[in-house]
Every structure is written in C-alpha cells, then in structure tokens.
C-alpha cells in the first residue's frame, strides 16, 4: 500500500460548496445596513476564538486554515449569486448596493493565524481578522464553518493517538460520517491528528494519505464451502511455476486442529475458501477478519492455516481483524495462537502477526483495553471518531473586538462569554524544562514579553489571581498569513501540519493531555490587557437598581 | 423573502466528491478477490437496513435516495481512478481487472427502495440492491454515507417539528456544522423534515429553502451612539417624501420608557442607533435581536421605540430575538409589553409581533418550554439540529442476503445483528382509523397480503410473539426505481419529499411518536420467513461444546 504522504496538498481544487453564499444570511442583510450608514469601510478587527476545550479535555488542535485561506483568496460574488440575493432581499434595495457586493474581495483584509496544528486553549485568537467591516463580517460564518470541524477532528484524532500509544490507527468512518464531504474532512483531519491512515479511498487519491483495507463479512458470506475456490493455485514468492495452495492450506488445517485438540467441523469451510481465494489474491498482504463465525473455533484456525500455507510459498502474512466480542480476550487468545505456533513451527515472525481490531471503538475503550491489558496492535475507528460522538461540535465564535481603532465589549451574564476587547497578541511563554508554561494576551501597542523578564499574567476575570513568569523562550502566535490580497506565508503541506501537530503536543506536560481529570493549560492576560478590560466593562455595564 | 420551494432540484448537480472512490478500499480488494476467484457476476441481493432508531425514538424518516439514484446513475471509474488504485494495490494484480474495473457501471443493477420521506423501522430493507455481486458489493459505501446523514438529519428535524407543533422553525446550524458539505445537507434535510426555512444562503439558492437573517450582536456592537446613524430619514409606506425617522424613534422611547417608568439611561443609546438603522435599511423586515446589553431593561424599549416609529410611517415590523437567558420568562416578558402597547396606543396588531428564541435550543428545551408556558413563535436552531448532538450517527447497514438463489444469513452473539435471510418485500398494513398497525417482511416467493384477509404475523426471533392482523389496506414499501440502467421513477421534488414526510407521520398513532417512552412500532415476518430464517440458522450454527 502508499505510504507516502509527504507530496503537498496545496493546489488543491477546493471543494466547490466554499464559496461565498455558503453564509448566514444575516451576514448580507447586516452588509446592507453597514453599507446604508456608511459604516463598510469602518476598520473593523474580529476574533475568532472558542470558549471551552472538547471532550472534557485541555487542550485543542488548531486547524482547517489552509481552507480558509483558500476561500478568501478566490472571495467574490458570482453573477448568479447576485440575482439570487436580489431575489431574496427586499425590492426597495439600491442597485448600488448590489454592484457594490459583486466588486467585493478579501484584498483589503488582513488575516493573523495560529500555524495550522498548533495546540491551542480557551479565549486565545486562533483567527485576527482586520479590515472593512462589511468585508470582515460577511467572512464570519464561512470562517467558522472551515474551522470548527476541522479543530475538533484534528483534536479528537489527537486525543485517540495520546490514548493509543505506539499502536496503529486507522479512520474507518466513511459510511457513518456526516454526508459525503464529512467523510472527507475526517479523513484528512484525523491524519493530521495523528492517525496512520484511512479506508477512505478519495482522501488517499486527493490527499495521498495511506489508505487501509481488505474484506467485509460479505466476502466471507460469499463463499459456502471449498469447492467454491476456483483458482486454487498461487505462484510461489521466489518466482517459478505455480503450485497447488489450496492443498497446502487443508493440510495446515488438520494438523493445526489436530495439535490444538479441536475437531475440524467446528471451523467453517466457507469461511476457510474465503480465506483462502483472498490469499491467493493478496499473497503478499494476507489479513483475514475473523469473526464471521466464532473467532476461537473457526475464524483463527482458518486463518493460521492459510497463514502457515503462505509461509511455505515464501510470504509474509499479516494478520487478522476482529470486528465484535471481548476484544481484549479474543486478542490475547490470538496471540497465545500465534506464539504457540512460532514456536511449535519455529516461525518466530508468526508471534507478531498484526491484530486489528474495530468495533465500536472510542478513546474509552482504548484505555479500557490498556488497562484490562490486550494483545492489539492496530485500531480501526469509525462513528465515534469521524462524528466526534461525545461532544459532536466545537463552539468557536467570531466577535467584533475593535472599531475604528474603538475596542468593543461584548457583555453576558455568563462571564465566560464577556469578550476580551480590542486588538491583541497571544505569546506563549516556555520554561526550563521546554514545556509551554501559560499563554498570555497582550495589547498590541504593549512591548513583547521579554526572556528571562518577569511578565505578571493575571486571570482576565479573578482580581486575585495573578503570577510573575520568566520565561526561557517566548513565541509568538499570531502570524501574518493574509495581506493585501496575498498568502503571504508559506502553507505546509498536510505532513508537515501533521508533525506541527506531534510537537506541539510535546510541549505540553502529561497532567494537561491526560483523559481524566487533566490540569488546565492557564491562559492569562497583561497587566494593561487587565486593566483596559475591565474598565471598558466597568463603562458599559450600567449600574442596575434593585427594584 | 422568498418563500417558494416548489420547484424541483433534481437535476441538480451532485456534489462533486461523490463519486465511486469516495469508499472504503476494502470495496475494492474484495472486488479483486471476486473477479480472481470467478465470483464476479454471482447474482447477490444486498439489504440497506438499520437496527434501532435515533433519538431513543421509535421511527426513523427514509431520506437520501435521490442522491443513491444520481451516485448509481452516473458510477463510473475515471482514467485517474484506475490509476490511483494501480498504485494502491498490489503490482501482481492483472491488468485485465483494471480494464474490468474500468468498464463497469451500474446498469445491471436493480434497486428497489421506500419512497424518499417514508416513516420507516428497524430491520426493514430501506433499499434493496441486486445485480453482479462486484458491483453490488462496491456500492456498499457510498449509499450508506448518502443515507445514513440523511435520514438521520430528517429524523432529527421531523422529532423537533413534532416538539414544536405549529411554531416556525429555522435551521441556523452552518457555523457548527461537520464541514461545509455537512452544513448544506443540514439544511436541506431539515427542511424536509419539516423545518419552515435556513439561515444558510446557498442551500437557499441551490434548493430554494426560503431563507431567514436579521442582524448578530456585532452589528448592535459596533455603533456605539446616536449621533453614529446618518441616514435618519424613512420614504413612509405610502410613498411621498421622505420624513426624519430618527426623531419619531426617539420621541417614542421617552414616552415608552416615562409609561413603563424606566429610566431612559438604562437603555443603550448605541443598541438604539443600531436598531435604527436596521429599520431604516428594512423598514419591511424588521426584526432585532435585543439581547445584546439586557432583554428587559434596554432591548425590549429601544426595539418597540423603532417599532412604533415604523408603525407610524405605515410599515409593519416582525418582531425580536432572544439569544440567551431564560426564554419562558423573557419571551412572556416580552409579549406583556407588546400587549400593553398593543392597548394603550391601539394598535392590535403589536400584540402577535413575532418572537423568535435561538440559544442552543434542542428538543427537550422545546418541550420544557411548552410545560413551563412561553411566548415563543420560532425557534432558530443550530448545533443540536445539524450534529444530531443527541446521536451524531445512524447506523444503517448494507447485509447480503442472497447470491446465485442461495439465501445468506450472519450470525452474531447479539440476536440484534443476526440478519434476515433472503429476497424479501415488506408490506405495511392499515387498520380502520387511518393508522399503520405493523410491517411485515415476507419473501419475495411468497403471495402478497389481502386487504380483509387475516396475516399471521410474527416476531423474528420470539417464536412465542405472534399475531393475526386483517389489515383494511396493505401498501408494499418497496418500489423499483433502477432497472436496466435508468431511474424508472418520477422523482419526486423536494417539496413533495417534504409533504411525504409529513403525511408519513400521520400514519403513525402519537404514542409511537412522543418523545418519552414511545411505543414501538412492530416489524414482522411471515410465518413462511420465520421458518425460512430459523432454519437457515440452525443449518449455520454448529453445535457447540461446553469445555
């Protein structure tokens, strides 16, 4: 199978659904009363930020950028995209208005971003978005829609991959995903997250990500019996003439159960046929899933026959895949299977015979496993991964923080949801032991946190909480990835994401990764930050009278 | 705004990515290993199915055949797919499979499926496909990632519709959708399930939902005093010259806030401008969401201050948002005031201004809200819709069941998932009152049910489980819509799905379809089906032995 994933996906045609109308209408209704008070080309400065890490975790993958750069390079209105808004706008609407809209573009904008992949916390600006306030506006759904599901799937498939350790893991979701596109984005982002690789045949041609798979129950169903197997010869691997396998494998069979004290009718013959036809077919990557009859009695037995069978003609089998039961039991007896035989037969290679496993998987049950202890070496994981079941959405928002060089506040009763104002920068502040310790947020007109200077990050909401940091190195996370109608950085390609991905994991401690109960990552404020806040609150909170 | 969605979308393109490699590879090793092993054009018998219904509900809406039709109609490998795969699979693989793979289409296929909006139930063929095990096979993917969103989004919105009743629903879900693909699907089959309109603008324009849109918090935020709103004259209605706005507004605000005795302080000034310009810019259509400072203290006077300056220059305003806090208790709040101004300055029609609700509403909170008692008209509903956060996935599944005549069965530990063997029809069968009293599955060998005619109907799996139903009318569920290579059904416009949906429903007594505790619908077989299936299992399973 390619296991090349290194070549760029860049260039790549977007998916034609991005484009501009894919928005809330109330984006066109409010660019027409911007546009009405002559407020469109007020310098407007939005954030996009989430509130809450998913999953009851701590920390988030930043991603779907590269999509978002993408839309708002080719961002104009179409002819027909016009005659349809005019449709569905009030009649009264000034014609100018309209060719007003359709000579609209992003050039006037400039876009700050988080690198894709980095790992990002609560509040922080993973999105700045400055310019035109029409321009700025109209942007915000689209935004969202490229970001929010591309973050969460990038984080879940982290989350898996933190949970999975060394094992292998495969995206396997397609047909449970949501619509066509849905199956595509979570094979990408969970690569990017850290999987191995996909089911997801289209996601390896447009992305040339690894693509995995062998059979269904289907196939096995298929066959009833032996003499279902037509082609019953296969080309030793050293090359020559082709020899009689079926034999070879019936042979393997009745020893096997013979030493193993099983009687031979206990293992189903049509299974042992599929099996069979699927080696002579795939010689060289021979996996069987096994669990269409009874693992233990039928489905291992014929495997390791077909398995021996192909050792004698010169190849590698590679193992099996259990799709129900107690996985972690079934697993072990597999292993135990293939010890015993490495041993009776003296093929060491047969102890390592791969073990995937795939149902009904979620990070739970991973570490479940872990724990019970199991034999699996390779995971392939569905609904639960592509859906992001336990939290299926992640809340990130766009908010206005600045206009006309005026910051904006953004009041709830929810101090959660009160708006960090004005135009900001996140640095992230690392310790000695090259840990991220906290991030912090500064006004732009501050000075940049200085190595080895003590910075005071304070809590943006509790007074009292505050502490000095001297930080061995600062990074700086808003970049200037869009200006004047131009990338203007260069974009990695998707392997490169996924590495960002990988680091920027390591940089946080193990108490904030962990599944249950993880330690906050803090996110704090400056001093000024502090300070400019609060009396912007102060201001346009007025005074209530109990009554 | 345009509310006709008459006319039809088929015809429509297709989703570019839907297309024949958007599957899991292992569809395409087992199509090797068939076309190896001669298998090929066995003729096989596929059931699309599912095993429970969403939402711990007890019905399920049938929806995405249109786009199966569109998928099969046009399955094709490319130059460049064939390509691809040449250096996925294996280099022994015969060049002839690739030309093989390259020739195929779906034309020898026949489908059989449930009308597209069809209530439906557990275990009952959704579709059936027959045709070339190969290509019947490699269908299998894709025609569940086309149904399986699909039904459950239409689901999902038929359950809200129901917790809604006569309210107006709105799907505003695009931000917090699974990706941009996943967002358009939302909208169109929550319209079919029985949501009044969307506030994404290309499903708009693609399918003709009409489409709803006022303003967000960052418009009323980004004025921030009067003095801001320089367009401040209004064409009245009637026509004729244009008069000052601004000051009717703000006459009107005194006078409300001195009758309600609220000091006109408390009331932002910004918010204020806001909302005059939103009326100026659509005197017609004006609706302000007025959340933004406090519902009672601020939004509610400065919107019914514009509101009655409207109401004076001839035009009839729509009503408010709510975006957070507590909805029963505001939204009454609300309609008080409407009604209070509705009577002292006599104008009736005050008193129904719409109120529509948006804060991450779902379908418990609508029932909550009807026992609690609110004012509410519509609903704008966004993540809980269009993630179906409550099960982010059907499971429909796609099981042969027959090939070459043989009929095939799986077994499995969990009774559950053991499929019904065979070529099957299912007939729904109608008592007096209109109502669906059960669906049988009988083989396809066997005579149809007779209206007056008493059918044994029994539970698949408990032999003990049996009832004689004497049906009024019998409607047979499944219709073939592709045969011979072409969709041999008019197909039905979106608006007639929608219909189907609802008239669907109202087969369905209302105990089966309350939200707690549900009755469950009965899915039966025939007495001929239950002895086919029991016996074909016994045949299957092995006697096993305790050790």
């Given amino acids: 199978m390619n296991n090349s994933a290194e070549s760029s996906y860049i260039g790549l045609e977007q998916n034609g659904i991005v484009q501009p109308l894919l928005t809330d209408l109330y984006?066109?209704?409010?660019?027409?009363?911007?546009?009405k008070s002559g407020k469109s080309n007020?310098?407007?400065v939005f954030d996009l930020y989430f509130r809450k890490n998913p999953f009851h975790g701590e920390f988030t993958i930043f991603a779907g950028l590269e999509e978002c750069l993408k839309f708002i390079q080719k961002f104009h209105y179409s002819e027909t995209d016009i005659q349809y808004l005019r449709t569905v706008l009030p009649i009264s609407i000034e014609n100018e208005f309209f060719e007003y809209l359709q000579s609209l573009t992003a050039d006037e904008v400039s876009l700050f971003a988080v690198h894709e992949g980095t790992v990002v916390f609560p509040r922080e600006p993973l999105i700045r978005v400055e310019g035109p306030l029409i321009v700025v506006q109209i942007l915000e759904t689209t935004l969202l829609n490229l970001v929010n599901y591309a973050s969460l799937m990038s984080t879940n498939a982290a989350r898996f991959r933190l949970a999975a350790g060394k094992l292998k893991l495969y995206e396997?979701?397609?047909?449970?995903a949501q619509g066509p596109d849905g199956g595509l984005s979570a094979s990408k982002y969970s690569y990017i997250g850290g999987f191995d690789g996909t089911s997801n045949v289209l996601a390896g041609k447009?992305?040339?990500?690894?693509?995995k798979g062998t059979h269904a129950h289907s196939y096995v169903t298929s066959f009833c019996c032996l003499p279902e197997v037509t082609v019953t010869q296969l080309q030793p691997k050293a090359g020559g003439e082709k020899r009689e396998f079926l034999q070879y494998?019936?042979?393997?069979?009745?020893?096997?159960?013979?030493?193993?004290q099983v009687p031979t009718s206990q293992a189903s013959d049509g299974e042992f046929a599929a099996f069979i036809s699927f080696a002579?077919?795939?010689?060289?990557m021979f996996m069987a899933l096994v669990d269409t009859y009874d693992v233990v009695k039928s489905g291992l037995f014929n495997f390791c026959s077909v398995a021996l069978a192909l050792h004698d003609f010169g190849y590698s089998p590679i193992g099996i895949r259990l799709d129900s039961g107690d996985l972690a039991y079934l697993s072990n007896v597999a292993r135990n299977h293939f010890r015993k035989i490495a041993d009776i037969y003296q093929i060491p290679s047969f102890e390592n015979l791969v073990i995937m496993a795939s149902n009904d998987i979620n990070e739970e049950t991973i570490l479940s496993l872990n724990e019970q202890g199991h034999s699996i070496d390779a995971f392939g994981i569905g609904t639960h991964l592509v859906t992001c079941q336990k939290q299926p959405a992640l809340g990130g928002v766009f908010k206005m923080v600045e206009i006309d060089g005026q910051p904006r506040i953004k009041l709830s009763h929810d101090v959660e949801k009160v708006t960090i104002p004005g135009k900001k920068e996140t640095f992230r502040l690392y310790g000695g032991e090259g840990y991220a310790l906290i991030d912090i947020l500064q006004r732009t007109v501050e000075d940049s946190p200085c190595v080895d200077h003590k910075v005071l990050c304070?809590?943006?909401f509790q007074e009292s909480k505050r502490a000095y940091v001297s930080p061995v190195r600062v990074e700086k996370l808003l970049v200037l990835y869009w200006?004047?109608?131009?990338?203007?950085?260069?974009?990695?390609?998707m392997q490169e994401v996924r590495d960002r991905v990988k680091n920027s994991l390591k940089i946080l401690r193990s108490d904030i990764k962990r599944s249950l109960n993880p330690t906050p990552y803090k996110v704090a404020v400056s001093d000024n930050l502090y300070t400019f806040l609060h009396d912007l609150w102060l201001e346009n909170a007025p005074i209530g009278e109990l009554s």
């Avoid at 984006?27 to 546009?35: E, V």
């Avoid at 447009?206 to 693509?211: E, S, T």
């Avoid at 200006?483 to 950085?489: A, L, M, S, T, V």
């Fill in 27 to 35: 984006q066109i209704t409010m660019a027409y009363a911007y546009w």
């Fill in 42 to 44: 007020a310098t407007a």
């Fill in 172 to 176: 396997f979701g397609l047909r449970r």
């Fill in 206 to 211: 447009l992305y040339n990500i690894p693509v």
């Fill in 249 to 260: 494998a019936m042979k393997w069979r009745e020893k096997l159960m013979s030493s193993f």
């Fill in 280 to 284: 002579i077919a795939f010689p060289d």
């Fill in 458 to 460: 304070r809590h943006p």
């Fill in 483 to 493: 200006n004047k109608g131009k990338i203007c950085q260069k974009l990695p390609n």
